[in-house]
């Protein structure tokens, strides 16, 4: 069974500095595919980064990126110069590349950015 | 912009009524889920359909029954409410195109609060 573990309820970073949230996952499939969603205080999730099991560069997107170790099953999102706005619920995922509609959560991580 | 909107952002129901929450989608998407979010368990997948009239169970169907009569539009419903029915209840879309990166659009979320 698939399963996502993020480890930090809760983290505080000061503005300007980089951040690392942490995301471990189960599977035994060898194909699948990782995602990291923001959710402010609005309630929309929405995406940042995906990252492929067969990719072999880390993804990044603007200053979010993708720490991705397969041996050691981690994909932790790394924010860089942090800002106000980055204050959000961050949130894992996982998706076995065979069934397209079934997405695994882990229990997500609320970063507080201070000024 | 692409649009997943959720037709209320607060709910307040009494315990035994039926409750509905939509959804609509502006994307031509085929794929749409139901999701209930609650602290430290993330997001977990209620009921998801792949295309119009057609539904999956999904992690925890249990109480909820969905509709999907029209391809933007998917419900949900509470058939008779129960207090630990209360949560955030988000709805989300995907396209079917068989794309690896084809990542969830979520709406803003419901937060239900069943009394």
């Known amino acids: 069974a698939q399963k996502i573990t993020q480890t930090q309820p809760g983290m505080f970073v000061q503005e300007k500095e980089a951040v690392t949230l942490d995301c471990t996952y189960d599977t035994s499939d060898q194909s699948y595919g990782l995602f990291w969603y923001k959710q402010p205080s609005s309630g929309e999730m929405i995406f940042l980064i995906y990252?492929?099991?067969?990719?072999?560069q880390n993804a990044t997107e603007g200053r979010y990126s993708l720490n991705f170790q397969k041996a050691r099953k981690s994909a932790n999102l790394v924010i860089s110069a942090s800002q106000l706005g980055d204050s959000a619920m961050y949130f894992c995922a996982m998706r076995a590349l065979y069934n397209f509609n079934k997405f695994y959560f882990g229990s997500g991580t609320k970063l507080n950015v201070k000024p | 912009d692409v649009k997943v909107t959720q037709s209320s952002r607060y709910l307040v129901k009494r315990t035994g009524e039926k409750v509905f929450l939509e959804c609509v989608q502006d994307?031509?998407?085929?794929?749409m889920f139901w999701y209930r979010q609650d602290p430290g368990l993330g997001l977990r997948l209620i009921y998801f359909s792949y295309d119009v009239k057609m539904k999956e169970k999904g992690d925890i169907p249990e109480g909820y029954s969905v509709s999907r009569e029209k391809k933007e539009r998917f419900s949900l419903i509470l058939e008779s409410a129960s207090t630990n029915q209360t949560s955030m209840y988000l709805c989300?879309?995907?396209?079917?195109?068989?794309?690896?990166?084809?990542?969830?659009?979520f709406g803003s979320g419901t937060q239900l609060s069943v009394l």
């Open positions: 990252q492929g099991s067969y990719d072999e």
């Open positions: 989300a879309s995907r396209r079917s195109a068989g794309i690896a990166n084809e990542k969830l659009f």
């Open positions: 994307m031509d998407h085929e794929n």
